[in-house]
């Protein structure tokens, strides 16, 4: 299983919200290349970006500190926010982005991310964030009446990597992972997902691991934030366990 560090980027910060909202950012890091680099030297095998600003904007806007990023790691980096379009997810590949995450466009317009998932195969994600259940777009500020695992089923056998589910309602709040959504979303779906939103502890890693253990579906791994950045997890201990090194 594997640990995915975030790094949310708003205004070329390192930045972690509450519950979605971006009037509520915290900053962490004024240099997302310095710290894309400290969870390289961490130990990390892959890093989780997402423009902020460019998910409500819909379009790329923190392209510079993803560049910084790109040009101080060389581990895979995943991103997501504001990508809603071929030509986009070509550039973003093209510059070293190892795999695309499509989250608005896969409910506006799922017919690009098929098309993007046949062009750029193993390089396409979907992102699917809910509230209640219910799939949220536009940087989380529109909530469909169309449920998480609805959506997932769009994507069956098209080519899509993995799903990356996150509960907006426990992100950045420390409240712990939506382990049983995260399973059901799984075990719903043939497609990997990804958990999201909320982890505080190691303990909430060892839950998700005991739990994915008995899934019929596939976790691929976990998404940190906040915790990572104020030290309530540890990422070393993380690492370890999530290899396979720890006990529960």
């Given at each position: 299983m594997i640990l995915f560090p975030a790094i949310?980027?708003?205004?070329?910060?390192?930045?972690?919200?509450?519950?979605?909202?971006?009037?509520?950012?915290?900053?962490?890091?004024?240099?997302?290349?310095n710290q894309a680099r400290q969870f390289e030297e961490a130990g990390c095998d892959w890093l989780h970006?997402?423009?902020?600003?460019?998910?409500?904007?819909?379009h790329p806007?923190?392209?510079?500190?993803?560049?910084?990023?790109?040009?101080?790691?060389?581990?895979?980096?995943?991103?997501?926010?504001?990508?809603?379009?071929?030509?986009?997810?070509?550039n973003w590949i093209e510059k070293g982005i190892r795999r695309v995450i499509l989250g608005t466009i896969a409910l506006r317009n799922p017919s690009i991310v098929i098309e993007a998932a046949k062009e750029f195969p193993g390089k396409v994600?979907?992102?699917?964030?809910?509230?209640?259940?219910?799939?949220?777009?536009?940087?989380w500020a529109e909530t469909s009446d169309i449920?998480?695992?609805?959506?997932?089923?769009?994507?069956?056998?098209?080519?899509?990597?993995?799903?990356?589910?996150t509960d907006i309602d426990r992100d950045g709040t420390m409240e712990g992972l939506n382990v049983q959504g995260t399973i059901d979303l799984a075990n719903a779906l043939s497609i990997p997902v990804i958990a999201s939103g909320g982890v505080a502890?190691?303990?909430?890693?060892?839950?998700?691991?005991?739990?994915?253990?008995?899934?019929?579906?596939?976790?691929?791994?976990?998404?940190?934030?906040r915790a990572l950045y104020d030290g309530s997890l540890d990422i070393k201990e993380a690492l370890t366990f999530l290899r396979g090194n720890m006990s529960c």
């Open positions: 949310d980027l708003k205004d070329g910060n390192c930045v972690r919200l509450y519950k979605g909202e971006m009037e509520q950012a915290t900053v962490f890091n004024d240099n997302p290349g970006l997402v423009d902020l600003n460019g998910a409500f904007a819909g806007v923190n392209g510079e500190a993803v560049d910084s990023i790109l040009s101080n790691v060389k581990i895979p980096v995943q991103l997501g926010g504001g990508i809603r379009d071929v030509a986009t997810i070509a994600a979907v992102g699917i964030d809910a509230r209640d259940g219910m799939v949220a777009v536009e940087g449920s998480a695992v609805e959506l997932g089923k769009k994507f069956e056998d098209v080519g899509v990597t993995s799903i990356i589910y502890s190691i303990n909430d890693l060892k839950i998700l691991k005991q739990a994915a253990e008995t899934a019929t579906g596939t976790i691929e791994g976990a998404i940190s934030g």
